[in-house]
């Protein structure tokens, strides 16, 4: 199966306040990526085919509830954004570039440090490996699903976004750079 590079560019933006209200250092968070970082926007693009707003989409979010995620629950921009702690304020701007390729690669070429058993076969579709024929209503999915790198024939499952998520937030330059997002954030000081 062809993997196909997909950076997560994420721009912090903050304004220096004065006196004594701290803002948080992070107030927003502007995300451009494919349909592994989609939150759901794809529901409201005019046009689209790509959907992800019905079963078994959403499986493990909770109330069970397909939100537009192409996963069976959170994808890695909701991890990134659960991660930060923050407070004070940060002068001007940084930036980090998030490599969701690297995470993937190295979870499949050595998966069991991650915690998964399964990084071929697709945990929700149809045909061989269950890659030939997308997630749908009438798709069959796997019962263990925290072992499976992928849920569709695309899109990790909300586990490896988990371990995606937490990679790029705080680990080495090999998943985010020239910075990981938690130097992003830390104090100049």
């Known amino acids: 199966m062809a993997l196909v590079p997909v950076l997560l560019l994420a721009f912090f933006f903050s304004m220096s306040v004065g006196g004594g209200n701290a803002q948080p250092k992070v107030p927003a968070i502007y995300v ?39 996963s069976n629950g959170y994808n890695g921009i909701d991890f990134l954004v659960m ?18 390729y690297a995470v993937v690669s190295n979870t499949i070429a050595d998966p069991e440090p991650a915690g998964f058993k399964e990084v071929k076969s697709a945990c929700c579709g149809g045909g061989n490996l269950n890659a030939q024929s997308g997630c749908s209503p009438n798709s069959t999915y796997c019962e263990t699903r925290k072992e499976y790198l992928f849920w569709d024939s695309i899109h990790p499952t909300q586990g490896a976004s988990k371990k995606a998520g937490q990679a790029i937030y705080g680990g080495s330059l090999l998943y985010a750079s020239p910075i990981n997002f938690k130097q992003l954030v830390e104090d100049d000081g």
């Open 32 to 70: 451009f990526g494919d349909s592994t970082a989609d939150v759901g926007n794809n529901n409201y693009l005019p046009g689209s085919n790509a959907k992800a707003n019905f079963p078994h989409y959403g499986i493990d979010f909770p109330h069970s509830r397909p939100t537009g995620r192409f």
């Open 83 to 100: 991660l930060r702690n923050l407070s004070s304020t940060l002068k001007g701007m940084k930036y980090s570039l998030g490599s969701s």
